[in-house]
């Protein structure tokens, strides 16, 4: 089944930009959305974003002016890079497999599966 | 502050039943289909109910999911102390520019 991995520094300094990569085995990137996901510690989830594997992207919109999701799909990545981080931006950063649907009655979207995460803090 | 609102804990005895809330909007829930999620502690969410109602392959039967109007609800018989997670329930939201992905703040259930 597939599976996905987060890999990246898991300490970045304030004011520099944070790079993660999301890799995704036992199955094909293309033909699905690819989202990052992000937990505070001790707090809830805040969608950050997804790719299309064709390249096309959405941002949430209180993250997007600092925000770049790429997809390398001859290597079944995708690609997180948040810039001019704050202590805020400190948490277990996830990547997932996004499924969205537009029908009659409304939009779908759910993540399944999802990596296993990785903490990254900002800190000097 | 999260856009849907769920309660921060509901507690409930091993064997008996409980119902899990979210709250939002006509932009969100209102006109859109919900997710579930269970986190148990130390590991990442995982998908227990998507498109309001449907399980996934895996997820057993005591997991059910409704919808009405601007609210939806997670439903959990049959309680085992393996159960003890955060929920959290997420959907998409029209409002935002190009829509988007809204999650609740999350309910911790505790068995008793």
């Known amino acids: 089944q597939v599976q996905l991995q987060e890999s990246g520094p898991g300490l970045v300094k304030p004011s520099e930009t944070l790079s993660l990569t999301c890799t995704v085995s036992?199955?094909?990137?293309?033909?699905?959305?690819w989202s990052w996901i992000r937990q505070p510690p001790g707090k809830g989830l805040e969608w950050i974003g997804y790719?299309?594997?064709?390249?096309?992207?959405n941002y949430n919109p209180s993250l997007k002016s600092r925000v770049t999701i790429s997809v390398d799909t001859s290597k079944n990545q995708f690609s997180l890079k948040l810039s001019s981080v704050t202590a805020a931006d400190t948490a277990v950063y996830y990547c997932?497999?996004?499924?969205?649907?537009?029908?009659?009655?409304?939009?779908?979207?759910?993540?399944?599966?999802w990596g296993q995460g990785t903490l990254v803090t900002v800190s000097s | 502050q999260s856009v849907l609102t769920q309660p921060p804990s509901v507690s409930a005895a091993p064997g008996q039943k409980v119902t899990i809330s979210c709250s939002g909007s006509?932009?969100?829930?209102?006109?859109?289909?919900v997710s579930w999620y269970q986190q148990l502690p130390g590991t990442a969410p995982k998908l227990l109910i998507y498109?309001?109602?449907k399980r996934p392959s895996g997820i057993p039967d005591r997991f059910s999911g409704s919808k009405s109007g601007t609210s939806a609800t997670l439903g959990i018989t049959g309680l085992q102390t393996g159960d003890e997670a955060d929920y959290y329930c997420?959907?998409?939201?029209?409002?935002?520019?190009?829509?988007?992905?809204?999650f609740g703040g999350g309910t911790k259930l505790t068995v008793l």
């Open positions: 006509s932009s969100n829930i209102g006109n859109n289909y």
């Open positions: 498109e309001n109602n």
């Open positions: 997932a497999r996004d499924t969205i649907v537009v029908e009659a009655a409304g939009t779908a979207n759910w993540f399944d599966p």
């Open positions: 036992g199955g094909s990137i293309s033909s699905y959305y």
């Open positions: 790719i299309y594997y064709s390249g096309s992207t």
């Open positions: 997420g959907t998409w939201d029209s409002s935002l520019s190009a829509g988007g992905v809204v």
